[in-house]
């Protein structure tokens, strides 16, 4: 039955609190599940940790929460490959490629995207940002979509240690001095501006940009790049 005392806050109050309550079910059958996967690397605490650091982490951030349990999920799930790769329980075979830029709401994506695209994952591409926005930009998702390329269910990402550090190379975007080095990690560094304050023309230019360096890079790495 309706409390018809109830103030519009503590409906508001109860519907938050139901919302964490369904999460918290999910992200326990996620740790569980990604503990199966990653138990011969980590134990359980460690991987119920990374869970909920993940959910943490992009909860801070996210715009909407519809999509946020199965992001943190996703995030969980490179962080501990990262982490496997890193402690050679896992054999990494593709080269492994790290974007980095300001809030993962772009370029990083962008660019991350595009090698995935023309290599069909024979090269393992990410992308971070220093300060995660909530969403990734509008006109970002419109220009990848007109390459065949769909960021609707992208989302930001931090830089998360792990994930950094299993990295072959990071090719950071115009942020070369805000990202700590890494023993063992090659680094470079692409001068492409913001997105912000840009228009789709503007965005589209930078989408091309990016696009030729990829492929550069691609076929540096001794791959083919498709279509």
């Known amino acids: 039955m309706m409390d018809r005392n109830a ?24 740790a569980a599940h990604l503990y199966e996967r990653y138990a011969h690397v980590v134990d359980r605490e460690t991987v119920e940790r990374v ?18 349990t199965a992001s943190a999920g996703n995030f969980a799930d490179s962080r501990l490959r990262a982490l496997s790769i890193a402690r050679g329980a896992i054999e990494a075979r593709n080269p492994r490629v790290l974007f980095v830029d300001d809030e993962n709401a772009g370029r990083s994506q962008m660019a991350a995207s595009l090698v995935l695209k023309h290599t069909e994952g024979r090269i393992a591409a990410r ?7 909530g969403s990734v930009h509008d006109a970002a998702v419109q220009v990848m979509a007109e390459a065949g ?61 990016i696009d030729a360096r990829v492929r550069e890079l691609i076929a540096e790495l001794g791959h083919d790049a498709g279509s």
């Open 127 to 133: 992308s971070a940002g220093l300060a995660p926005a």
């Open 149 to 209: 390329v769909h960021l609707e269910h992208a989302y930001p990402k931090p830089l998360a240690d792990d994930i950094h550090r299993a990295a072959q190379l990071v090719v950071t975007l115009a942020c070369a001095d805000r990202v700590e080095r890494v023993d063992g990690v090659e680094y470079r560094d692409w001068d492409i501006p913001t997105l912000e304050g840009s228009d789709i023309e503007d965005v589209r230019r930078l989408r091309d940009d």
């Open 7 to 30: 103030t519009p806050q503590d409906t508001a109050h109860d519907d938050s609190h139901a919302s964490r309550a369904l999460d918290r079910n999910v992200l326990a059958r996620t």
């Open 51 to 68: 869970v909920q650091e993940s959910y943490e982490e992009l909860e801070r951030t996210a715009a909407v929460r519809t999509y946020l």
